[in-house]
């Protein structure tokens, strides 16, 4: 098992791969939604407007491994149909807006089967109120904003989370997951030939999103399969030594001392089947103002250059784990005397492990091994950024140093400091309305050799199989045709130090302005199983979609 950012190492990809097309939405464009009817008629006097986007997908997966199950279909032998695993689903975004004198309020509800079924908060997938004082405006309510100068591609957008249940294929911000805050932004008249356009920002937030990754189905990060289960190892192992150690006791006339161990063993049932049933809580409750998130930026125009800085101080939204009380308790077994003489010459001749053995003595000793500790790493984020055009290339970047409470980068539980970049373009071709997007996004984990070479060094934070760095390089290629009402596009992305690779076309046809149907797909290719995306290597698919804006 690795520890986070190798438990949660494909989520690091995935955020990465922000500018991935959904089954329906353009790759480097953003929400399309248009058109709205006035409130009670065209000659309402309350200026509402209604505006929705109606989206139903199928989706049939031509790789065999499911949840480890064999399906008996794969890609490359197309005899049988009739097993072929199938996905279905449907949404519908509604948006109301209304539009004061000197206020806005702007809510867009979506109504999704797991939204409404697990996060039912998130059927206000926003909420946004303004107020326009001159120069300064006043946001609040449930929002998302973006940092960056990126492509749907960013280093510097920390605020909202992630939702990564259906992996990448949601639009950028329709992946990330609107959060409580409140946002001041000033505009001051003041211009020259020099200097224009200057903004500045300041947001806050009460507490923290983070990141959801699916418990079940296609899309389970294997890391987080490999968390779930050295978690349910330690709860069983405990469970079993206070059975042991209430067994131990019992005796024809219950004495005080076995009535507390079973009372002890009836109390760890209780939690043990609480964990199982809801492995949240093993997760720090981030909903308090330990976890609030503050920061400030300011953009402007420098002569041709579009620039900005930024400061964020949050936490990470993947969580850490710890597991150093665990492996102090393990010490502790492994040097008693009683287990060496119990197992060692079981373990020296490899007909048990090591850990099985601890796990077994634990149970007979009635000793308990501490659960891992999981936390969301504070973090402080220094950000540059920049865009401008350069004869027919569009140019954008992003640099941001990422400040931890681990600046010697010897402690394996936490990240260390860590600097990321993004740098890319894209260019209108002068034929067939083609466009072509590239984006080359990487971070250098500092002081990454401490850990490297340490005893724990597979369980550190910033794990990344052996590598200090990770570079990730992304294409995209859109044209059109028939008036733009045929549009082919495809995406690529490629992982430069592990050799991943992704790949997913999309064909749209839009017969009228308000229709668009899509046929796409996706296929991953993993170099081996240090890949980030080994967990879902045989997920590759293809899928029919329809969606309908008002």
Known sequence: MKTTARIFAASAALLLLAANSSAQDSFFDGDSSSGFDSFGGSSSSIPVEFSGTLKADGRAYLDKDVDGKDTGFEAKNLKDF????????????????????????????????????????????????????GNLTLNAGKMKITWGKGDKLHVLDNFNADDYTDFIFPDYLDR????????????????????????????????????????????????????????????????????????????????????????????YLTYANSLMDDPENLYPDTKTLKYSQLGGRVTATFRQFDVGASYYYGHYKQPSVDLSSYYADAAAIASNTTFLTNYGAAIQSGAVTKEDAIKAFAIQSGTELSLPELHYDRKQTFGLEASTILWHFNLRGEAAFNLTEDTKGDNPWVHNNSVAWLAGFDIDLPFANMNVNIQETGSLTLNYDKVKDGAFKEYDADYNAGHATNNRLVANITTSFMNEKLAPEVTVMYGIERGDLVVMPKLVYKPVPDLSLTASGMYIGCKDEESEFYAWENNSFVQLGARVEF
């Open 82 to 133: 009739r097993n072929v695993p199938t996905d279905a689903d449907a949404s519908a975004k509604i948006g109301i807006k209304y539009s004061g004198n000197k206020a806005d309020a702007d809510v867009k509800l979506l109504f999704q089967k797991d939204i409404i079924k697990d996060h039912p908060f998130d059927v206000i997938d926003e909420l946004t109120l303004s107020g326009y004082m």
């Open 176 to 267: 990330r997951i609107s959060t409580p805050m409140a946002q001041a932004i000033y505009a001051p008249a003041y211009s020259n030939s020099v200097v224009s356009n200057i903004r500045l920002e300041a947001v806050y937030t009460p507490f923290l999103p983070t990141d959801r990754f699916a418990s079940k189905g296609y899309w389970v990060p294997g890391q987080v399969g490999e968390l779930k289960s050295t978690v349910t190892g330690i709860v069983s192992t405990n469970l079993a030594s206070k059975l042991a150690a209430k067994d131990a006791l019992a005796s024809a006339t219950p004495t005080a001392a076995y009535i507390a161990a079973e009372k002890n063993y009836l109390e």
